[in-house]
């Protein structure tokens, strides 16, 4: 793969934090009236998983800032195009919003979809995870600036990752970190598996070399002291996992999450969209979804909506060009 592919060295989340700082309302001010009819609160994914959770947490705690009903509806199919469109195709009148994940930034470059993140109305990002850099206790590598110069100076191949399928956001996140060292996205061979507990089973069996998947993912290899989490692909460090630093802290110029935000239907109705987005940045900081959010693992992070927008535009940039070295972007 031709090395004139870039990625976009600007963390996907960089920048966007200071605007979404100054943003946020110095105290909700809510439409009044709204709603007057239960909301409907689409969820692109199925019940049980973690943006189901997080969608269920947020609409019961918009119930409390805002009276009146918001019901989760799972809209499930097509890798998440289904609940996706249902949110973006929705009348713009505040009664239907939804969760919308990282994946509206990598769907249209495959094919799926035609829908990009301008299709909506940004009304805050709620959490973002950052995939850890994670090596077996027995590694050689005990650091990640060592890891990054032997990986640097290895021949092609001869270092494995794994973490989920060929493609997925835990494979992408690999090859825009490859690419930002000005390596090839195929410099360390990955090997497709079906989610994070597999890979770390190769992990500390010797299969593999490395993980790119959450710390959350990773906790119970780490506590169990088969695995080490050596940095991580964030802006700054997270306070579940104070002690892991970042890629940045060790000169590697690269961070990705993946994400989820709450978004209307493009050119949503302005008071309806000012009134969720209020709740919002007061629900990020409200003891209720701190702890439901630490206690799985989960990070926080709230952007406020000109920032929400800002930080899905970036993430879209890098994953195209993640996609296309993968050779999985289509058109």
């Not at 077996?136 to 092609?156: M, N, R």
Request: glycine share 12%; hydrophobic share 45%.
């Amino acid at each position: 793969m031709s090395k004139s592919i870039k990625v976009n060295r600007r963390s996907v989340l960089a920048g966007s934090a200071a605007l979404g700082a100054a943003a946020v309302l110095p105290g909700a001010v809510f439409a009044a009236g709204y709603p007057s009819r239960p909301v409907t609160v689409v969820v692109p994914w199925g019940a049980g998983g973690g943006t189901d959770a997080t969608g269920r947490m947020i609409a019961a705690l918009l119930e409390k800032k805002l009276g009146g009903s918001f019901n989760v509806v799972n809209r499930t199919g097509g890798s998440g195009v289904v609940g996706h469109s249902a949110i973006a195709n929705a009348k713009p009148d505040g009664y239907t919003i939804g969760l919308v994940t990282v994946e509206i930034t990598m769907m249209h470059h495959v094919g799926l979809t035609d829908l990009t993140a301008e299709d909506y109305t940004p009304l805050g990002l709620m959490n973002a995870d950052s995939p850890g850099v994670t090596v077996s206790s027995k590694s050689d590598y005990q650091d990640i600036a060592s890891l990054a110069e032997a990986i640097k100076a290895s021949e092609p191949g001869t270092f494995k990752a794994s973490g989920t399928g060929q493609g997925g956001i835990w494979h992408l996140a690999l090859i825009g970190w490859l690419l930002s060292m000005g390596l090839a996205p195929n410099h360390v061979t990955w090997v497709p598996s079906e989610g994070a507990a597999p890979a770390l089973q190769d992990l500390v069996a010797g299969g593999i070399d490395l993980v790119t998947v959450s710390l959350a993912e990773t906790k119970a290899m780490v506590d169990a002291g088969r695995a080490v989490n050596l940095g991580l692909m964030a802006d700054e460090r997270v306070g579940s996992h104070p002690d892991v630093p970042t890629l940045k802290e060790a000169g590697e110029e690269f961070s990705l999450a993946t994400w989820r935000g709450v978004c209307g239907p493009k050119d949503m109705d302005a008071a309806a969209a000012a009134a969720v987005s209020a709740a919002l940045s007061e629900i990020s900081t409200d003891p209720e979804f701190v702890e439901f959010m630490n206690g799985r693992g989960f990070g926080i992070k709230y952007l406020a909506p000109d920032a929400h927008a800002q930080m899905m535009a970036q993430t879209d940039s890098v994953m195209a060009d993640a996609l296309a070295a993968a050779g999985l972007a289509k058109g």
